[in-house]
């Protein structure tokens, strides 16, 4: 193992320049040469590549999104693109590949490291924190805090108003975001895919807040997968209790900006993890934490187990909400 490539994929996230800065910093420190690929498996298939040492990763470990650039690339999910980009890693001598992304990256990962020579190691990276073999992945601590931030200050204008809002984070498919963000927000009810929806049991519940002197109530919707869902069910929520309602949707705000203390430490856990996995031998893997310990998890079943949530989280809302 001597040239060592990284490369950020999907959908951006708080930590990934935190990871990579650990990345080609402790590839340094053992001897390893590292190479950044631009704008995902994108600029892999364009061969985009430049290369990275400790003083070119100074000062982005504060940064959000990454400075290597994003994209989703559907020519990897062909045998022809797979065979350009491992082609091209053969061709600049790299030896190991390290993929910072969700489910779509790993599915890439996973087949160079089946289709190729080069040793792949995946790293999760997305907001959504739906990736199987690890506890938390970069970026999801920061998208909570800034959900919350956004939601805290609806607070202060649905009360003023004593109005009900209904506010959207991201999430097409898990709920983990609002979740927990519906906790920690206190939150009247959430919304998740999950679960299935009650619209009448959510009616009367919102209804009976008001009855018990609620001046305001919030209720947290994962986005789903169907768009204009959130004001779907505001709209009938609204038309069968005649409650006055506002919509409000956090949006990509939710996957910028500087990580959190959390999401950095991460990062700098996992790059050298990833480091320290290629040097071992391995590939095909993704390195992850759980329990706060360093875990290795194949990179198939990151996206082929369903991550399970804590449904006692659910019912500790329902005790917090009275």
Known sequence: M???AVLTSGGDAPGMNACIRAIVRCASLKGLEVVGIKRGFAGLMSREVVKLGPREVSNILQLGGTFLGTSRCQEMFTPEGRQKAIGFLREEHVDGLIT????????????????????VIGVPATIDNDVYGTDFSLGFDTALNTALESIDRIRDTAQSLERLFFV????????FIALHTGIASGADEILIPEVEMDIDGLCRALKQGYEIGKKSLIVLVAEGGTPGRTQAIAREVGQKTGLDYRVCILGHVQR?????????LLASKLGLAAIEALLDGKSGQMVGEMGGQITLTPLEQSWQKEKEFDRGLLDLLKLLAT
């Open 168 to 175: 959207e984070v991201m999430g097409r498919t898990r709920g």
């Open 256 to 264: 910028g900006g500087s990580p959190t203390a959390r999401d950095r």
């Open 2 to 4: 001597r040239r060592v």
């Open 100 to 119: 910072l992304g969700g489910d779509g990256t790993f599915r890439g990962a996973a087949a160079l490291a089946a289709e190729g020579s080069v040793k």
